[in-house]
């Protein structure tokens, strides 16, 4: 059964920086196409990362340029770089696995599972 937990979330000024975390407990992190997504109140979970088993990256045009998704195969961790954050990133942001094992240029919510609890980030206005 595979676990998440993301970290790392937390307030912020606008303009600033944070890298969140998500640990990986189960056998095949390293196969997994990983994906981080977001969801502010009263809004839908949107995703805006991913990366597949090769190292191969994918954003959604909202972070594109400020956000860097990466791996770390003998820490079983992903992790997400957030520079020049607006308000706008405020939000719940949850990492979660393809279930169908392979990422595609979508990042859609409904392909993917294992979600962990979250970690809150705030950008000050």
């Known amino acids: 059964q595979v676990q998440l937990v993301e970290s790392g979330g937390g307030p912020v000024d606008t303009g600033g920086s944070l890298t969140l975390s998500c640990v990986y407990s189960?056998?095949?992190?390293?196969?997994?196409?990983m994906g981080w997504f977001r969801q502010s109140s009263g809004e839908e979970r949107e995703g805006i990362a991913s990366?597949?088993?090769?190292?191969?990256?994918n954003y959604a045009d909202s972070v594109q340029g400020r956000f860097t998704i990466s791996r770390d195969n003998a820490k079983n961790t992903l992790y997400l770089q957030m520079d020049s954050l607006k308000p706008e990133d405020s939000a719940m942001y949850y990492c979660?696995?393809?279930?169908?094992?392979?990422?595609?240029?979508?990042?859609?919510?409904?392909?993917?599972?294992?979600w962990g609890p979250g970690t809150q980030v705030t950008v000050a206005k």
């Open positions: 979660a696995t393809n279930q169908f094992g392979y990422c595609d240029y979508n990042i859609a919510e409904a392909e993917f599972e294992n």
């Open positions: 189960g056998n095949s992190f390293s196969e997994e196409c």
């Open positions: 990366i597949d088993s090769d190292g191969r990256e």
